[in-house]
């Protein structure tokens, strides 16, 4: 029986450090991220035995526990209740049924085992241009996975790279963190080491024993083209016809999804059960369906996905309890484009990599340091994995324009060499320690044996 394999991600643009969260997060929130959230809490409450994965970045994950992301959030919320420009059961839910706490749900869920909740990369870049050198493949990696664990109170099973970014070598810091699985595109996948019998129809076994899944653009193309997509219907303006469109548009999907699923290469080598991998981003969701609608259309493709006629839905990480060999080799190299080499036209990631050759000197110094000094290394290398996000390319309104985060890497490139300056001056600052501290709580537990590979 085949397998659909759905992977939704969830991820925001931090502030700057040391800064407030801004208005976006609320708006965000509201708009986009917590009716995704009540689609999930309608599937995890009933699976009927189907699962699914759920990919959140770090940066997510700090704003959703931020107090004062809470509150802003809480804020927007009654202001448009007020004006009667929310939906009252999303109010609902929000306010009530979780609290306005999303993590506690996420822990839930996970729990559960519904939904099996994963983290991206430490900073939304793009991995293959960053990731060259070992200590920021181990620190975009393992420090994701160890902040993961720590806020859902288990281990991830796997990871979800940011644009499907993948460069042979990712996946023995994925091993070091006991990640069994990540994906990657298609094309990619089919351009590897080797060519397996099922195409993209099961997954590839790298030599660390990590897996890998071919993600197909699939039903995907059409349901979020700018042009002909699903959310362009002006039923999903209406509240009363939104339903009927979610539900047209619902089962044409996943009716696309399965035939493609039966359209797996068959044969004596080919997987046994063929799984077809589906993901798209809460961002993809919001430039969909700009009127709305995008929580109503999601809802229905979870309830269907508990029962495809001839087929199952399932996790990566349930799908690989049951399909744990697969042919051995890795993916080809992540072709990235503009972002690979000169994000916006700018030498960003270049002078990233130079400075993790600073870090990886600082920390083989790591066992003489003293409280002040660890904490000091700690949010150097918070500052050069936000200086390595490109949160520009996500939609308009969604991310940060090009020029504003250039700035944002500038300056956190600088705070990054002007706090290695007073700790190999030995003067670290502590009070500039405690203004960074201000603001959501990124990546709050960095054990510095992690990057270092300990």
Known sequence: MPCLALVLELHHPLPDSGAAVGADWARASIETYWPILRAL??????????SLTLAVSPSWMALAADPTAQA????????????????????????????????????????????????????????????QDPIIARAQIGLAAADCAQRLEARPTGVWLPFLGYAPGLETAMAASGLRFFGVAADVFVRGTVLPPGRT??????????????????????????????????????????VRAAFEHSKHFVDAWRD??????????????????????AHDLAQGWQSGGAGEWLSQVLERLKSVEGASASSLDRYLARNPVGPFGRPGVSP??????????????????????????????????????????????????????????LPFGRGVGPDVGLERARRHLAMFHELAGGLMAGRPDARRLDRLDRGPSYLPEIDLAIPAGD
């Open 260 to 281: 493609q699923a039966f359209s797996a290469p068959t044969g004596e080598d080919a997987p046994i059960e063929p799984i077809r991998v589906v993901a798209f981003s």
């Open 72 to 131: 802003r959030v809480r804020v927007e919320l009654d202001a448009r209740a007020k004006l009667d420009t929310v939906d009252p059961s999303l109010h609902r839910f929000i306010a009530t049924t979780c609290e306005g706490d999303a993590l506690r749900s996420l822990r839930r869920w996970n729990a559960a085992g519904a939904i099996d909740v994963i983290p991206t990369s430490a900073s939304h870049t793009w991995l293959p241009s960053v990731a």
């Open 41 to 50: 809490h309608r599937f995890a409450e009933n699976p009927g035995g189907s």
């Open 201 to 242: 129809s099961g997954p590839l076994v790298t030599p660390p024993g990590v897996a890998a899944f071919g993600v197909e653009p699939g039903p995907t193309s059409q349901a979020f083209d700018p042009q002909t997509g699903y959310g362009r219907d002006p039923r999903y303006v209406d509240p009363a016809k939104a």
């Open 336 to 393: 990235g484009g503009m972002l690979a080499a000169r994000p916006a036209d700018s030498d960003l990631f270049d002078r990233c990599r130079t400075a993790a050759d600073l870090l990886t000197f600082i920390l083989e110094q790591r066992r003489t340091f003293r409280s002040l000094e660890r904490r000091t290394t700690a949010w150097m290398i918070r500052c050069l994995l936000r200086a390595q996000q490109v949160d520009w390319s």
